[in-house]
C-alpha cells in the first residue's frame, strides 16, 4: 500500500478495551498494579487487538538490510563485506536472531532492501532492494526521496503480508555496518540534539573512529540542511534503506492493527521517523530495550518511553525485540491465565 | 544438611570455566561484549556448572510461605487470612507464578515453613511448617535461634532435593502477609540503614499504614538490639519463617553448585543473610529484578549488583525470577547455538 494511504488508514488505539482491561487485570489475585509494566503491556496490546482473552499471537521479525558509503569515513569497527557474511548466517539459521526467535517461537525474514552486494541466488533472502547501498551523507542526501519513499511501502508491504499471514506481532530488526551513523544524524536532525549526545560507539569504534563518526555525523546534517524539512526528507538526506524499511514496517503495523515491537538504537531512528509521520503509532509501539548506544537513553527521555529492558544490548539484528517479545508473551499469559479474586474467595485489597 | 556444614561446602565459582566462556563468547559472531549482560549470565552460569555447551537446566521454583504477627500493627493492605487463600491458589495452579512457571517450564513448589493456618490435608503442599507464624518483631523476636538455624535448613533441603532431581538452576519465592516489614528490618539492620530508606508500600498500603510501618520496624530493631548480632541473630529477630527458607536454599543451592535465581525484595532480605553467612554465595546468585518497593535500588546500589529486569513488580511470589528464568536461557541458548567468526568466514573485529 503506498505511504500517503497508509498514514490515512492509522487511528488512535481502543480506550474502551483498554478500560476492559484494566477492568479484568484489577480482578486477577493479585495487589492492583503489582505486575507493573507486564499489566501496561496487555492492557495496551488489547486495546490494539480488542480481543478478550488474548490469542497468543502468531510473530515475526524482520530484518531489514542495508549498506552505507558513509563507512569510507572510518566510522565502523567491521568492513562492508561483513553485512552480506551476516546475510549468510541469517540466512544459514546461526545467528543471535536465529537463536532468539527459535526461543520465542517467531519467523524470521530477512530483506535486501539497500544492500551494495546482490546476493542473487541466495535461497530464503526477501529481495526488494531499492538502491545498492545509502550514498555517503557527508557528501549529500543518502538517496532520492521516491527511493525513501519506495523503501518505507517495502516495509508496509512486509507488514500487510505479515498480518495476512496471521501474525498479530511483529518485529524490527537490522543488519547494515556502519547504520548507527545515520540513525544518529536522525535523532540528532529530529531531536535537535548534538551529534556527540546521540553518537555512540556503535559496534565498537575506538577514540578515532568516534571522533570521525560524531564529525562526519556534523557534516551530513551541515550539507544536507537545506532539505531537512520533514521526516521523510530527513530519512533520505541522511538515513539509510533498513531504516526506512524499519519505519515502514511501524506505519504498516499500525495501520494493520498489529503491537510492534521495536529493536534497539537503529530501529529507535525508523521508529521516531514513523511517529513523526504519524502520531497515533506510538500506541502500536512497544520499545524492547535500552541499548548502549549513547543517544538511545536520551531519545527515551525526550520522548517519554519506557523500553521494556535493559540489558547494556547492542548488536542489533532485532535481538533485544525477540527477547520483549517473550516478556510480552508472559504479560499476554498472566492476564488470560490468572484466577480472580473471587474465583480464589479472596476479598480485592488495596 | 546441617547449617554448619552446608556453609563450610560453598566454594567460590571456576575462574577457569569462566575464561573458557568468555572465550567462546569472544567467538561468537557478534561484535565483542555487544549480547551486554546476556554474556555475563552464560558466562558466570559456566563457572558454576564447569559444562561446555551448557546443557538446558532443569527449574524448580520454591515458594516459601510464613505468616507475621506484626500485622497487627495495620503494616498490610490485606488480613493475615490470604495467605491461606494464595497458597489454595497457588496449589490450584492458578496464581500468577503458576503461569509463569509454565511459560518457562519450572515446577512450583509450595512450602509451608512458618504459616499461622494449617493447611493439613492440602494436595501438594509440602509441610515443613517450623512455627505458627512469626512473632510480633515489634515486642520481640521473631522466632528462636534454633528456629532460625532449623527453617534455614529447609531451604537447605530444598535446594538438594532439587539437585537429587535434575535440577541446576533454582528460584526464590514467597507468600506471607506482612512480610516486607520484616525484611525492611533486616535490610536496615544488616545495611545499617534508615528503616524510612529502606521500607516502601509493599502490597499497597496508605499514608497510615506506611507511617505505622516504619515506625514498626523502629521498634522491632530497637527492641530487638541487643541480639542484632550476627546474620542468624538479625533473622530470628527481626525476620520470619520464610525469609530463612530463602536464605537456606541460596546457601544450598551454592553448596549444590546451582544457579541459584533470586526473586525481589523479600527474597533480597533472605540472599543479603546468605551473603553474610558465606560471602562466596554471591557468585551463584542471580538477582532477577528491581522491585518497586523503596528499599529494593539502594540494597542493589550498597552491595554492587545488578538486578536482570526492571519492570515496576511488586508482587513476590517468585514471579520476577521466572520472568529472568527465561532470559537466562535466552542467554544459554545464544552460548551454544551462535556460529562462530570462523564458520561464518568473518574477521573478529573490536
Sequence with gaps: ???????????PVSEEWMMKAKERLDNL?????????????AARYVAITKEIPISMPEKEIFVFVGDHDVVTHGVSAYPQEVTTLMVKTFLAGRAAINVLSRCVGATVSVIDIGMKHDLKDEK??????????????AHGPAMERDEAEKAIEVGIEMA??????????????????????????????????????????????????????????????????EILTDPVSVLAAVGGFEIAGICGLCLGGAAAGMAVVVDGY???????LAMRLNQSVRDYLFFSHRSLEKGHKLFFEVEGLRPILDLDLRLGEGTGAAIAMQIMEDAFQLFNGM????????????
Design 339 to 350: 484466577a480472580t479474586f473471587e474465583e480464589a474467595g479472596i476479598e480485592p485489597g488495596a
Design 29 to 41: 489475585t493479585k495487589p492492583r498494579g503489582s505486575l507493573g509494566m507486564l499489566e501496561t503491556l
Design 124 to 137: 530464503g533472502l526477501i529481495r526488494r532492494n531499492v538502491g545498492r547501498g545509502a550514498r555517503n551523507i
Design 266 to 272: 537503529i530501529s529507535g531512528a525508523g521508529a521516531l
Design 160 to 225: 500487510e503480508r505479515a498480518r495476512e499471514r496471521g501474525a498479530r506481532m511483529i518485529a524490527t530488526g537490522e543488519m547494515g555496518i556502519g547504520n548507527t551513523t545515520p540513525s544518529a544524524a536522525i535523532f540528532s536532525s529530529i531531536l535537535g540534539l548534538n551529534p556527540e549526545d546521540v553518537a555512540g560507539r556503535g559496534t565498537g569504534v575506538d577514540e578515532t573512529g568516534y571522533r570521525n563518526k560524531v564529525e562526519t555525523i556534523g557534516n551530513a546534517l551541515k550539507r544536507n540542511n
Design 1 to 11: 500500500m503506498r505511504l500517503e494511504e497508509t498514514l490515512e488508514r492509522i487511528t
